[in-house]
């Protein structure tokens, strides 16, 4: 697939991603969320696009190895509940999904020994408190 598509992400959101990472145990799925923000442009909330996966959106995304599509809102850690429509940022995918614009898709390992392509067919955003 070549290049990773751009990604966008408030500075708050980058703040706060940087501080999980930085109190979690070091692995393969904080070092390629690490790799995220480092090429992440960061704008301010006003300029973050609606259709732009943040935290607390809702996203629809294809998993292309297994041709399944789910729909998941993408939270802390912390924000995990037992209601199984969320997804941790710290998983595979939900690192994979973070700053991705709808319509846009990567190739995002899933395991230490397993590729794949995740498209995001829909974000909502947020609900506003």
């Known amino acids: 697939m070549g290049a990773k598509p751009k990604i966008t992400l408030t500075r708050s959101i ?25 090429r992440a442009k960061i704008v301010s909330p006003q300029k973050l696009p609606a259709n732009v996966v943040t935290m607390n959106s809702t996203v629809t995304f294809m998993v292309e190895s297994t041709q399944k599509t789910f729909t998941y809102q993408l939270v802390y850690p912390s924000e995990l509940d037992n209601s199984e429509q969320k997804l941790s940022i710290l998983s595979p995918v939900g690192s994979a999904l973070i700053g991705l614009q709808e319509g846009a898709q ?11 392509v995740v498209h995001v067919n829909k974000v909502a955003p947020p609900a506003q408190a």
């Open 106 to 116: 990567i190739a995002w390992p899933i395991s230490t020994s397993k590729n794949t």
């Open 14 to 38: 980058y703040n706060r991603l940087s501080a999980l990472i930085d109190s979690v145990p070091e692995d393969p799925i904080t070092e390629q969320l690490l790799d995220e923000l480092e």
